[in-house]
């Protein structure tokens, strides 16, 4: 079945860290991918997406995210993370030419100051 | 412009009561979805909507019902609620739900049932 897989569920690390939640799909054609947050007490946001050109898509607050075809995998990075950042996050993909968005399971991260 | 809204936020009803959610958005977008999210588990999707009149079934929709008579509105109801229906239930639009469209969330609703 298709899915959408992201590991380490659970992320503690201290500020200025850096950050890397992986993000691997299992459809087999053309994608878009997504990568979505939700703060505390707050509905998701759109942090960054990949719909075509250069694999290395910026994002918002300094995320990035690399899209690398042969491995199935939309990662998500930043050099040294902030107590903002605590949140959940999101990978999100969609098969080109399909309406519904399929979501991962979500990484909860808290940033210790 | 207030981008998408739920109605209520939070809710607590006993097994078995019925229920409405409301979402609304005023991005004059074709699309809108509802959503489920339960911890460890993500979002999944319960029904989405092409547009006004029409409606269709998503990862998960035994035990809810959805109608779209107006465009910038989409409900979501619940007949006879039940305790596995306890979740934090989002509604999303997008423009065309084309690939390349990003879907915009509202703030949520809380149900909890009893």
């Known amino acids: 079945a298709q899915s959408v897989s992201q590991h380490n569920h659970h992320v503690i690390l201290s500020e200025a860290a850096s950050l890397e939640l992986g993000c691997n799909y299992s459809?087999?054609?053309?994608?878009?991918l997504f990568w979505y947050v939700q703060y505390p007490g707050q509905h998701l946001q759109l942090l960054l997406k990949?719909?075509?050109?250069?694999?290395l898509v910026k994002g918002i607050k300094g995320f990035e995210a690399e899209f690398i075809k042969s491995k199935f995998s939309f990662n998500l990075r930043k050099p040294s993370v902030q107590w903002s950042d605590t949140a959940e996050y999101f990978c999100?993909?969609?098969?080109?030419?399909?309406?519904?968005?399929?979501f991962g399971k979500g990484n909860q991260v808290v940033v210790i100051p | 412009n207030a981008g998408v809204t739920q109605t209520p936020k939070f809710r607590v009803l006993k097994t078995g009561q019925s229920m409405t959610l409301l979402c609304a958005q005023d991005m004059n977008h074709e699309y809108m979805y509802w959503y489920r999210q339960d911890p460890g588990m993500g979002l999944r999707l319960i029904h989405y909507?092409?547009?006004?009149?029409?409606?269709a079934k998503g990862e998960v929709p035994d035990g809810y019902n959805v109608s779209r008579l107006k465009k910038q509105n989409f409900l979501l109801g619940l007949e006879s609620a039940a305790p596995s229906q306890t979740s934090v239930y989002f509604c999303?639009?997008?423009?065309?739900?084309?690939?390349?469209?990003?879907?915009?969330f509202g703030p949520g609703t809380r149900l909890t049932v009893l």
């Open positions: 999303a639009s997008s423009y065309s739900g084309g690939a390349a469209d990003t879907q915009y």
């Open positions: 459809y087999g054609g053309t994608v878009n």
């Open positions: 999100a993909v969609i098969l080109y030419g399909n309406n519904r968005l399929a």
């Open positions: 909507s092409v547009g006004e009149g029409t409606t």
């Open positions: 990949y719909f075509s050109g250069d694999p």
